[in-house]
């Protein structure tokens, strides 16, 4: 499949770079294809970036069928557009997608599109250390029906923003509150694939954690409030004595790629790394021994986020007294320097624009 190119005739002023913030910007162009079910996916295309229209009574909207992917673009020293394991976003989703009867996309193609449109908004990749051109894959179903059924007509989107550096201050760990109510998924549920009603669905606890001064919610599981999942849109990790410790992959956790990765360099490194269970009972037993070392969240965010405080049935615990440990640096420095292309990517993760 061909891509066809619309250039914008009135482009926009670029930002200020020093106060990019999350999400607020959009570059000039957008790639857009569509499903149907004579023609498959056809007419994809780059064109300027601008209102969709579409039905109000597209099925999206009323059922929430709809995938999203996050992953970016960063500018290295010399100037090369860099992607970080885009393949294995676009598998997950994928595998999103077969969770939400949604028809599959080529992924090979899905990445020439990627890089065609990286190379065209190349101006609006910011260039200070940190900051980088998020961007944003969605697939979401548009027929025109209240019919609960799965939509017969998609749209397929790449939206790109450029974003600032998430620790523009250095690292600051962040206060987490463990949440013993609701819950984000359940296995045989969605959280597994990244769709919009996850997040739907997350909201109230998590403007629930804002008002007690806590800025994520770590969730545990929807059946027993007793193992931990995530936190908010990152992965979690904790350093108990010498093992280092994520929740395994049950089908309620979002197979993060930062995830991934870490478990893969610890590995490297020789750490003592474990896929298993973890009960908050453990978690908070270890805090209140003083074993509990470091704890951190990951995600293409933010990275690394050190967690410095972790609040449980209106208890505080401070963890490694509110500073990043050294694990959390050391993945921090080791990721962002193949990201940004200080360091030798020698694991094949790395995809030049
Ligand atoms: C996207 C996301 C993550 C992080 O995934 P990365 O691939 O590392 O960016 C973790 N949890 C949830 C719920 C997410 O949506």
């Known amino acids: 499949m061909d891509i066809k190119i619309i250039k914008t005739a009135k482009p926009k002023n670029k930002p200020d770079w020093n106060n990019l913030g999350f999400g607020n910007i959009f570059t000039d162009h957008m790639f857009l294809m569509n499903y149907s079910g004579d023609k498959g996916w056809h007419d994809a295309r780059i064109v300027p970036f ?55 996309i080529n992924e090979a193609f899905c990445l020439k599109a990627i890089c065609e449109l990286v190379k065209m908004e190349q101006d ?24 609960v059924h799965p939509s017969s007509t998609y749209t397929f989107a790449i939206i790109c923003s ?23 998924a359940v296995k045989g549920g969605t959280g597994d694939a990244k769709t919009g009603g996850n997040y739907a669905a997350s909201f109230q606890a998590q403007k629930g954690a804002e008002r007690k001064g806590y800025s994520q919610v770590l969730w545990l599981d929807g059946r027993e409030r007793k193992y931990i999942e995530e936190v908010g ?43 298993r269970r973890i009960s908050v009972d453990e ?20 990275v690394i986020s050190p967690i410095g405080e972790l ?17 959390s640096q050391e993945l921090y420095d080791e990721l962002t320097s193949i990201q940004y292309g200080n360091t030798k990517d020698n694991r094949g993760w790395v995809v030049q624009v």
């Not at 609040?311 to 694990?327: H, T």
Request: hydrophobic share 35%.
């Open 50 to 104: 601008e209102n969709l229209e579409f039905s109000p009574a597209m099925i999206a909207l009323h059922y929430g069928q709809m995938v999203f992917e996050g992953t970016k673009a960063y500018k290295t020293e010399n100037g090369d557009i860099q992607l970080f394991r885009p393949q294995n976003h676009l598998s997950r989703m994928n595998n999103s997608n077969r969770r939400l009867c949604i028809p599959e």
């Open 124 to 147: 609006w990749i910011p260039k200070k250390p940190g900051t980088s051109l998020y961007l944003r894959p969605f697939v979401f179903g548009t027929e025109e029906t209240l019919m």
């Open 162 to 184: 450029p974003c600032g550096a998430y620790y523009p201050e250095g690292i600051n760990p962040v206060k987490i509150h463990i949440e013993t109510e609701a819950v984000r």
């Open 233 to 275: 849109a990152m992965n979690v990790f904790f350093v108990i004595d010498s093992e280092i410790i994520t929740p395994k992959l049950e089908g309620s956790i979002l197979p993060g790629v930062t995830r991934l990765s870490v478990i893969e360099i610890l590995k490297d490194k020789g750490y003592n790394v474990a896929e």
């Open 283 to 302: 978690l908070i037993e270890s805090a209140k021994k003083g074993s509990l070392k470091e704890a951190f969240g990951t995600g293409t965010a933010a």
């Open 311 to 327: 609040s449980y049935n209106d208890e505080n615990f401070e963890v490694n007294a509110r500073q990043i440990g050294k694990i």
